[in-house]
C-alpha cells in the first residue's frame, strides 16, 4: 500500500520560510502529478500548488504566487514545497496529494503555523 508522508512543518514567524517535503513509501509509485493542499481550521480544505510529473509543468494559488515554490525529484519519489515571506493567514495543515491513474491520494498532513 502506498502511502504519501509529509514533513517539514512547523512554527515561523511572519517573514519567514519553510520547507515541506513529501515522500511516497514506495519508489516504483507513479503519479500524473503532485500538488499540495491546505486547511485552516473551520475552512474548507483548498488548492495550494501542483506539479507534473514528467513536464515538471507547476501551478500556483493565487494567494500563494510568487511566494511558494513547488518542485520534484523524480528518484527519491519526493515533492517539496518551499514556502518564503510566510503570513499568518498561511497557517493551516498542509497535505499532499498525488493524481495518479488509479486514484487520488492524500498524506496525512504536516502542520504549519506562521506567527505575527
Known amino acids: 500500500q502506498v502511502r504519501l508522508v509529509e514533513s517539514g512543518g512547523g512554527l515561523v514567524q511572519a517573514g519567514g520560510s519553510l520547507r515541506l517535503s513529501c515522500a511516497a513509501s514506495?519508489?516504483?509509485?507513479?503519479?500524473?502529478?503532485m500538488g499540495w493542499f491546505r486547511q485552516a481550521p473551520g475552512k474548507e480544505r483548498e488548492f495550494v500548488s501542483t506539479?507534473?510529473?514528467?513536464?515538471?509543468?507547476?501551478s500556483y494559488a493565487d494567494s500563494v504566487k510568487g511566494r511558494f515554490t513547488i518542485s520534484r525529484d523524480n528518484a527519491k519519489k519526493t515533492v517539496y514545497l518551499q514556502m518564503n515571506s510566510l503570513k499568518p493567514e498561511d497557517t493551516a495543515i498542509y497535505y499532499c496529494t498525488a493524481y495518479s491513474p488509479t486514484g487520488r491520494l492524500w498524506g496525512q498532513g504536516t502542520q504549519v503555523t506562521v506567527s505575527s
Open positions: 514506495d519508489r516504483t509509485f507513479s503519479a500524473d502529478a
Open positions: 506539479v507534473n510529473w514528467s513536464g515538471g509543468l507547476t
